[in-house]
Structures are given as structure tokens and as C-alpha cells.
């Protein structure tokens, strides 16, 4: 399974952005998809994930202004992301659950500062 994300980018803060992230390769049964982030010297975090039947979590930080949304026929997961914060900004990967094995996309950095 490959991941390709695209979207991030610098904006300002109160800001939006919405990232997208298309799989492709061997997909047979997506149980999972979802975004993480890791911001500078800090460890890689949950952002919202959502499951095949369209269960979504999201991490405490983000509840209330980031909606991730999915679309199983063009296997694509989005991420909207409203009323931005500084302390958003890090790099988001994409992430996909098929069966045991997550699959991890190459990332795309958002950027938020005035």
C-alpha cells in the first residue's frame, strides 16, 4: 500500500487547510484510515482516525475543529482542519490499518504562523 498526501502548506493563524491522501497498491480490506502529526522534537501523535464503518476519533487537541472524512471508492481519507493554531503546526502523515499491517505515507507539512 502506498500513500500519497498532499494540501499542507503555511497559513495563518484562525486559518483553514484541508489535506487529502490517496491509497493505492495491494488494498483489499481498509479497516482504518486516518492522520497523525509530528511537530519538532516532539513524538508522533494521533490528529483523527476513521474506520470502515465510518467511526471517527479524534485526539483531544483538535476535537471541535478538525473533521476527517473518507471516501472508500477513490480510497481517499481527508482532513479538514479549521481555525488553526501555532501549535498545529508539524508534519501530517497519512495512515492506513489493512489487516495487522499500518502503512504510513511520506508526510506534508503545515505550517501555521502569522
Known amino acids: 500500500v502506498q500513500l500519497q498526501a498532499s494540501g499542507g502548506g503555511l497559513v495563518q493563524p484562525g486559518g483553514t487547510l484541508r489535506l487529502s491522501c490517496l491509497a493505492s497498491?495491494?488494498?483489499?480490506?481498509?479497516?482504518?484510515m486516518g492522520w497523525y502529526r509530528q511537530a519538532p522534537g516532539k513524538q508522533r501523535e494521533l490528529v483523527a482516525t476513521?474506520?470502515?464503518?465510518?467511526?471517527?476519533n479524534y485526539g483531544d487537541s483538535v476535537k471541535g475543529r478538525f473533521t476527517i472524512s473518507r471516501d472508500m471508492a477513490k480510497k481517499m481519507v481527508y482532513l479538514q482542519m479549521n481555525s488553526l493554531k501555532p501549535d498545529d503546526t508539524a508534519v501530517y502523515y497519512c495512515?492506513?490499518?489493512?489487516?495487522?499491517?499500518?502503512?504510513w505515507g511520506q508526510g506534508t507539512l503545515v505550517t501555521v504562523s502569522s
Open positions: 495512515n492506513v490499518l489493512q489487516g495487522s499491517a499500518r502503512y
Open positions: 476513521i474506520s470502515s464503518g465510518g467511526w471517527t
Open positions: 497498491g495491494t488494498i483489499f480490506s481498509i479497516a482504518e
